[in-house]
């Protein structure tokens, strides 16, 4: 869903968007249908990510995944314009998928769930000093709450930033 926000700047506007998922997880978002692994001080926080598990019951329970986003774009001027985004994701498994996941999870604690949960918030700047060149800024954190739980494997935290020169070449 798009909303124009003409009353905050010329061009402004807000943004957002939905997934919902059962057994299909690539669509909830992307890069989800890997698990999702990241290491931090000798921290490991592992999220697996597969639309299905085979529980010992020889059954096929499907994963269940949601995540939604957001933005919002600002005109300070015609040539430079700033967002503010954020997403929240989670993928949640039955028990019996739980468990037939933690076999292959080495180090956990017995019992632990294999749900798990990311989120991000970030914002870019972009400055078009001439036509069809951007020069852009961009900082966003990230979180990434882990499934599983055991002596090295917990939640996760980190910062990235990035600068970006684009030249952009139209017909």
Known sequence: MKINLPMLGKGDYFITQFTYGKGAIDYVGSGLAQAQT?????????????????TGAGTADLTEGWSITGGLEHFWV????????????????????????QLAAAGTVAG?????SYWQIGSRTVWTPVTNLDLSVEVMYNSQQTAFTGPTIGDNSWWSGMFRAQRNFYP
């Open 78 to 101: 015609p040539n430079l314009k700033s967002s503010l985004y954020g997403s929240y994701g989670k993928l949640e498994y039955s028990a019996a998928a739980s468990a037939a996941l």
């Open 112 to 116: 632990s769930s294999a749900n798990w």
């Open 38 to 54: 990241t290491t931090q001080g000798g921290t490991i926080s592992y999220g697996p990510a597969f639309d299905s598990v085979v």
